[in-house]
Structure formats: C-alpha cells, structure tokens
C-alpha cells in the first residue's frame, strides 16, 4: 500500500509548526569561514561536456548546460513510469528500496510556482511513498524545484529562483529539509543558498547559488539542521559538481575547481 504524506494548509501547518521548525542561518548574516582549500582552477568554456572535462556524469547526467537536474529520456528504469497524473518525470534517482523520483508540472509561461512531487517506488515500480512538495513552497510564484534527492529518510530540494532573484525579491533558492515520514518541514535555509545541483556526502550537503551579475558561493550544510559549515566565494555560477579521489570538484560558466575540504566539515582532526 502506497503511503500519501498529507499536508494542513500551509497557514496553519505554518502556525503549528513554525516553532518546531529549525530555520539555517540566513546567507547573509554572521560570517561564516570557507571550509574548502582550493587545489587549482581551470579555466574552461561553459558549454564544455562534462566527459572532455574529466568528470563523470551521474551527478546530473543531462549536463551542464541546463538549470534543472533532469534524467534525459529513454534512459529511466522501465519499471517508473513517465507520467504521474498531468506531472512529467524530472528525475530519477536509484535508492536502497528501488527509485525516488521527482515528477514536475509542465513549464508554464508566467510566473507561477511549478508543481512538483516526489514518489519512491519500490524495484518493480509499485509505488510506496508520495509527497507533494507544492504546498510546501515558500512562495506560490517564482519558484522550481531545481534538484532534489532522498536521503536518510528525508527529502531534501531547492525551491529556487526561476530567473533573477529580483524578481522574487530575493526570496527565492533556500534549500528545504522535509521529513517524508511526517510531511513536515524540518528546516529551510536562508534565500540565495541552492539553486542548480546539489550533493550529499556524509552528512553534509554540498551546494552553492550563482546568476548572471549576482555574487555566487558554494556552501557545505549540516544535513541535519541545515547549518551553513562552509561559505566560499567562486567565480561564477556552479553547474556541476562530483567528488574524485577525496576532492570536491566543481565547474562554473568559466571554471573548473579542485577543492580539498577541510576535515572540520565532518568533524574529524585537522590532517597532519
């Protein structure tokens, strides 16, 4: 039997659990150190594939050249289906019990927020899980769900800015913590913290926001509580991230980086 996530209206879900929720630190408040060494930076063109670069390509198999993490077509398991009732398929993603996957809402013309939804299937497709992400939104316009992923039993996605964060007024690109047990939202970061792709490692959850002409970080998150551990400075937009023989690398419209990450982001001593 397939287990639905119901949600209370966001007012009063908002009413009765603004005081449990746990809310990140805002981006722009107390600063916070980079926690990423970097190693080197290449530059490169923003439409070289992620192959002549050296990378893989799981991490987003639709390459870097799109805002959204798609899983292109005819490559998604038979057993998922395509359509979930007028949503597409977006992502997805192998997990331990079969498939989390991520279906949208056809791209619309105005500015409305996208519908968006999550549903695990188990390994021969029988659906297990639903939970509609739209309610928990922060915003009915100028939001999409860029990225998600599942982890520990929690569904982690960016609501982030469909164009210029300005024209959400800079309220836009948080990265949402939800327990898909409960439906509820453990915690919201700060605007302007993920948009594009994001990874988990660890624990820990590797993102970062960037547009044309507004600054652009990489941030490490507590995948917990959704603390900022990390904020680094970068060139310009993130589009692609992987890890490769313990350094986190990284590409930009204009640059590829190597980073070495301070063991403190997991807790662990400095290396000697």
Not at 95 to 110: K, N
Not at 169 to 184: E, F, I, K, M, Q
Not at 226 to 239: E, F, K, N, W
Not at 240 to 264: C, K, N, W
Request: net charge negative.
């Amino acid at each position: 039997m397939m287990h639905r996530t119901r949600h209370l209206p966001p007012i009063l879900l908002a009413v009765l659990l603004g005081g449990l929720t746990t809310t990140g630190p805002a981006a722009g408040g107390d600063p916070v150190p980079s926690r990423l060494i970097q190693v080197s930076r290449q530059p490169i063109d923003s439409v070289t594939d992620l192959a002549a670069l050296g990378l893989g390509s799981a991490n987003k198999p639709n390459g870097r050249i799109y805002r959204l993490r798609e899983t292109p077509d005819g490559t998604h398991p038979i057993q998922v289906p395509r359509l979930w009732g007028g949503l597409e398929l977006g992502i997805v993603d192998p997990i331990e019990s079969g498939f989390a996957v991520l279906y949208r809402a056809p791209v619309m013309s105005g500015p409305q927020s996208r519908e968006t939804q999550v549903v695990l299937f188990d390994a021969e497709g029988r659906p297990t899980r639903e939970l509609d992400l739209t309610p928990l939104l922060s915003s009915p316009d100028h939001l999409e769900v860029q990225d998600f992923r599942y982890h520990g039993g929690r569904i982690y996605f960016n609501e982030a800015c469909q164009s210029y964060s300005r024209e959400a007024g800079g309220r836009c690109s948080a990265l949402v913590c939800v327990d898909l047990d409960t439906g509820r939202v453990l915690w919201r970061t700060a605007p302007l913290v993920s948009n594009n792709i994001f990874i988990i490692d660890r624990n820990r959850v590797f993102c970062g926001y960037g547009f044309t002409a507004e600054p652009d970080f990489l941030f490490i998150l507590d995948a917990d509580t959704g603390r900022v551990l990390s904020r680094t400075p970068i060139d310009s937009a993130h589009d692609y991230m992987e890890f490769q023989d313990g350094h986190l690398l990284v590409t930009t419209y204009r640059s590829l980086y190597r980073f070495r990450i301070d063991p403190a982001v997991f807790g662990e001593p400095a290396n000697r």
